[in-house]
């Protein structure tokens, strides 16, 4: 039988046209062209280590999905012995992996802050972040980007208006839309002076930063009022995340944190896919050297173009503020063959819709040097 057509989905119909009209409608499309869109930074996720590491588990038994959650069956050897071996790497006291990123933002921050307490937010941290204070009970502040005097005025006005609880300060040690770095000693400081927590999400610089690629934390992983969460599915080229923290902290988390309790455990592969991942960080320093190279030389080829300004690290934006004409530059640029997209707002904030460039080792300096003049011409002025 037939139904007529409804209104059911007008709605829906009409919420499309409108992000169609504002040049922010999006799409799924198949991967082509060389890799400057991906966070593949080290390309971990087709090395033949990685590959050997999965199908050698799976020859020897190990299951492809885990059964249940980690508090009933889904509680495998190799869940344990990669949070053991990544609390031992990152100079924790414990870990725990999550599914996702997503997933372990929102996990961590709708569990350890409570009711009373107060979250500051640098206003860039990913949209898990804003979704996870949210959905949990603490009060929240947004904090003007990587601006520390904006975390301690937030903080002493919470106070002043007869906030009592914990201060818990939120940023990303390398914001994943600027490339820009955290100024994570001050803010340090900032968390001790208050007797406050930190959480850092590591997303973009696990793996690239740090020694063997422990982090831009490293130097303060293991502090009691330290949380961090390690990304998976970039530099280690996985999926998940480890989210590393003191023993108490952890324990709480198994004890109270419904997107661990009430979550399908992540594959038992993806847990010895990370632990591989983990072990090439240390055995082969020369993928994070390679890509550390690549960086600085992108950098000075930019500015031998009189080239755009970036903070040096592997992400590289080019904003060029207007919706539609970012996304033209970035289909103009796919149809040479270089997979750059374009980001738009709600991603980031009106007005900067950007090409997001990201440096990984899937490409080579001539790769980079081609792409920089295809950006170079395709943004010329044409003749008059």
Known sequence: MNHPHTDKAASYVTALRDLKDDDRLRSLRPRAGIDFASNDYLALASAPRMKQAVAAALQAGTPIGAGGSRLLRGNCEEHELLEADAARFFGAETAIFFGNGYVANFAVLTTLPQRGDLLVLDSLVH????????????????????????????????????????????????????????????????????????????????????????????????????????????????AGALVTATR??????????????????????????????????????????????????????????????????????????????????????????????????????????????SLTNNVSEDDVRAMLDAVIEETREPAR
């Not at 005097?149 to 940023?171: C, P």
């Not at 020694?211 to 303060?220: I, K, N, S």
């Not at 324990?251 to 983990?278: G, K, Q, W, Y």
Request: hydrophobic letters at 40%.
């Open 127 to 238: 949209a898990s972040i804003h979704e996870g204070a949210r959905a949990g009970r603490a009060d929240i502040r947004d904090s003007r980007h990587n601006d520390p005097q904006s975390v301690e005025d937030t903080i002493r006005d919470w106070r002043l208006q007869g906030g009592a609880g914990r201060v818990w300060i939120v940023a990303e040690s390398l914001y994943s839309m600027d490339g820009d770095f955290a100024p994570l000693e001050q803010l340090i400081a900032i968390a001790d002076r208050h007797d406050a927590f930190l959480m850092v999400d590591e997303a973009h610089a696990t793996g690239v930063y740090g020694q063997q690629g422990r982090g831009l934390t490293a130097l303060y992983e293991g502090r009691e009022n330290l949380v961090v969460v390690h990304t998976c599915g970039k530099a280690l080229g996985a």
């Open 248 to 357: 108490v902290l952890r324990d709480f988390m198994v004890n109270r944190c419904r997107p661990f309790i009430f979550s399908t455990a992540p594959s038992p592969l993806m847990a010895v896919a990370v632990r591989e991942a983990l072990l090439i960080l240390q055995q082969e320093p020369e993928r994070q050297q390679r890509l550390t190279n690549l960086i600085a030389f992108t950098r000075r080829q930019i500015g031998a173009r009189g080239g755009w300004h970036s903070h040096g690290s592997q992400i590289v934006p080019y904003i060029v503020g207007h919706n539609a004409r970012a996304m033209a530059l970035a289909s103009a640029l796919q149809a040479r063959g270089f997979d750059i997209r374009g980001i738009r707002p709600p991603t980031v904030p009106a007005g900067t819709a950007r090409l997001r460039i």
